[in-house]
């Protein structure tokens, strides 16, 4: 199965805050998928063998004390009556047991508590509970399935916990960016809040196999900050010492993702300048392709591709309306909504008065 990472809260609460200090630091901190989000990931891989039983899942952060009118918790599966928001949908994460049916605790399993979790509001607290513990018993024999309802409880209370930190440090944070930057002591204070929260409820092994992902991005975060706000830097400096960072990272998927993201930036500022200087079709697929990979290159040529050939019908479209105008403007309106459907489909034309809208603006800033 591949592994997957989310971007933990921390870094996105940072990096919405970095949102309003410099656009640069957009560019070098947009996440893929918000961990405060309650939305299940609905890919899935299963694998039966004698020594695991895998599945995969998103991360809810807050809202764990709600109320519903749904009171039948009685499971065999866990997947009786599912909440609208995983109908449809296939279990994410993973139990994994060794050859002594001993627990062997992973990333996998805290998305597979986040993929139950991420359903409330549909359902109260007590149905969650219920219907995780009768997923896991069904699934998985003892004494791992008692191990595994174990550190859900823990984790429960674990989010109930660090709801309340967040809330603490929320106006802090708010504070500190009215002055333009964020207050690194803050952050150092919650990260430290958080690490303490997390000793006080797992081992060391739970701690490792959940949070080591997070604890990475957040390190990332923390550290272009830190480059960010130093005054005594000039842009190529810090651009220089991000690179730097980046660099001395361990090689895996957490350094891809992050180079990958970091190169948003330059591609997109690359392109414009080689596209304003006339740069082919294939110059641009080049510097793509060494900034994101053979397969984005080729994703993106084919966009371009497609937003010309959308641009010149555009343009048609906009001439022979400004005709029709001209010559009929009472009766234009019939002849105009024929000719968008010649021209376009459905979805190219709720487009158009968007499209209008940023050429307007093109044209004005010229």
């Known amino acids: 199965?591949?592994?997957?990472?989310?971007?933990?809260?921390?870094?996105?609460?940072?990096?919405?805050?970095?949102?309003?200090?410099?656009?640069?630091?957009?560019?070098?901190?947009?996440?893929?998928?918000?961990?405060?989000?309650?939305?299940?990931?609905?890919?899935?891989?299963?694998?039966?063998?004698?020594?695991?039983?895998?599945?995969?899942?998103?991360?809810?952060?807050?809202?764990?004390?709600?109320?519903?009118?749904?009171?039948?918790?009685?499971?065999?599966?866990?997947?009786?009556?599912?909440?609208?928001?995983?109908?449809?949908?296939?279990v994410d994460g993973e139990i994994i047991i060794d050859d002594n049916k001993q627990l062997v605790v992973t990333e996998g399993l805290r998305r597979l508590f986040d993929y139950f979790l991420s359903a409330m509001g549909e359902e109260d607290e007590a149905t969650i509970l219920a219907r995780v513990e009768s997923y896991i018993r069904h699934h998985?024999?003892?004494?791992?399935?008692?191990?595994a309802v174990a550190i859900f409880n823990q984790y429960v209370s674990y989010l109930k916990q660090l709801s309340k930190i967040e809330a603490s440090y929320g106006n802090l944070q708010l504070q500190a960016t009215k002055a333009g930057a964020l207050d690194l002591n803050v952050v150092g204070q919650r990260k430290q809040d958080v690490s303490n929260l997390r000793k006080q409820i797992f081992d060391d092994e739970?701690?490792?196999?959940?949070?080591?992902?997070?604890?990475?991005?957040?390190?990332?975060?923390?550290?272009?900050?830190?480059?960010?706000?130093?005054?005594?830097?000039?842009?190529?400096?810090?651009?220089?010492?991000?690179?730097?960072?980046?660099?001395?990272?361990?090689?895996?998927?957490?350094k891809s993702n992050i180079k990958q993201q970091a190169n948003i930036g330059e591609l997109i500022e690359r392109t414009e300048q080689m596209k304003a200087k006339g740069a082919s079709a294939q110059e641009l697929y080049n510097m793509r392709r060494e900034l994101v990979g053979a397969p984005a290159a080729t994703r993106l040529a084919k966009i371009d591709v497609?937003?010309?050939?959308?641009?010149?019908?555009?343009?048609?479209?906009?001439?022979?309306?400004?005709?029709?105008?001209?010559?009929?403007?009472?009766?234009?309106q019939i002849q105009i909504?024929?000719?968008?459907?010649?021209?376009?489909?459905?979805?190219?034309?709720?487009?158009?008065?968007?499209?209008?809208?940023?050429?307007?603006?093109?044209?004005?800033?010229?």
């Open 306 to 332: 497609e937003d010309a050939n959308f641009d010149q019908r555009f343009m048609q479209y906009q001439a022979q309306k400004q005709q029709l105008l001209t010559q009929n403007p009472d009766n234009a």
């Open 1 to 90: 199965m591949s592994k997957k990472y989310r971007v933990p809260y921390f870094a996105l609460v940072i990096i919405a805050i970095v949102i309003a200090v410099t656009i640069a630091v957009i560019l070098w901190f947009k996440p893929d998928k918000s961990a405060a989000t309650v939305l299940a990931d609905t890919s899935t891989t299963v694998s039966n063998g004698s020594t695991n039983a895998m599945t995969d899942m998103s991360d809810p952060y807050n809202g764990l004390e709600v109320s519903s009118t749904q009171t039948n918790t009685e499971f065999t599966t866990g997947l009786e009556r599912l909440p609208s928001s995983l109908q449809g949908t296939q």
């Open 140 to 147: 998985t024999p003892e004494p791992a399935a008692s191990q």
């Open 206 to 254: 739970t701690i490792k196999a959940f949070f080591s992902s997070d604890d990475s991005y957040d390190e990332y975060s923390v550290a272009m900050l830190e480059i960010e706000q130093n005054q005594l830097m000039s842009d190529m400096q810090k651009n220089a010492a991000r690179q730097d960072y980046v660099s001395r990272m361990p090689d895996g998927d957490i």
């Open 337 to 366: 909504n024929q000719l968008e459907q010649q021209l376009f489909d459905d979805a190219e034309r709720k487009r158009l008065t968007g499209y209008a809208a940023l050429k307007q603006e093109s044209l004005d800033s010229n």
